[in-house]
């Protein structure tokens, strides 16, 4: 059997019946799609889905900073004033 990632789950035939019901019930929790007992894809809220896209950016950001930081040999000094 498969994991599933959420506390909620439905199959797709629930969601096509009456997704907003199936939303509701959820109470802003992700939601597991099932396709013959499957999981086949993740409904979140759009506050979590939001959340998580940042996330991910700024564990983007995190690397370039790291990377760039390991390089700072290559680094050039420079005089503000000078700017």
Known sequence: ?????????ASI??????PTAL?????GEAITIL???VPTAYLVPAETYEWL???LEDADL???VQSRYN???NAVEVNIDDL
């Open 1 to 9: 059997m498969e994991l599933v990632l959420s506390r909620c789950s």
């Open 13 to 18: 035939s629930e969601l096509k019946k009456n």
């Open 23 to 27: 939303i509701n019930e959820a109470a």
């Open 35 to 37: 396709n013959h007992n």
């Open 53 to 55: 896209v940042n996330k």
């Open 62 to 64: 995190a690397q370039i």
């Open 71 to 73: 390089e700072r040999s």
